[in-house]
């Protein structure tokens, strides 16, 4: 699967953004969907993910409450609504994807995902 991201720009502080992710090849239903996000400086983090049905979803605690998964699979897109958006929430955001069929899996760990999309920028102003 191919994951192409979108959305990314500049917005100030307080403010939403929504970023999305497109998926083509093989459907987006097969797969749980995350985002992670690296800011200059720092390690790539988890920030989202979402099963692959839409049922189950899983946040980091920083963005908890204040960010929100959703996908649609009949258009293999997956959405990263974020909202009250921190300069701390500046960073490169990412979306991937893996499998996982058959066996327990840690969508938040970043181990498991097998394809990654190219990244959008995302910058929060003060």
């Known amino acids: 699967v191919q994951l192409q991201a979108s959305g990314g720009g500049l917005v100030q502080a307080g403010g939403s953004l929504s970023v999305s992710c497109a998926a083509s090849?093989?459907?987006?239903?097969?797969?749980?969907m995350g985002w992670f996000r690296q800011a200059p400086g720092k390690e790539r983090e988890f920030v989202a993910a979402?099963?692959?049905?839409?049922?189950?979803?899983w946040y980091s605690d920083t963005v908890k409450g204040r960010f929100a998964i959703s996908r649609d699979n009949a258009k293999n897109t997956v959405t990263l609504q974020m909202n009250s958006l921190k300069p701390e929430d500046t960073a490169v955001y990412y979306c991937?994807?893996?499998?996982?069929?058959?066996?327990?899996?840690?969508?938040?760990?970043?181990?498991?995902?097998?394809?990654w999309g190219q990244g959008t920028q995302v910058t929060v102003s003060s």
């Open positions: 991937a994807a893996y499998d996982g069929s058959g066996r327990p899996s840690a969508p938040a760990a970043e181990y498991e995902y097998d394809y």
């Open positions: 979402i099963s692959k049905t839409g049922g189950g979803t």
């Open positions: 090849g093989r459907t987006s239903s097969n797969y749980v």
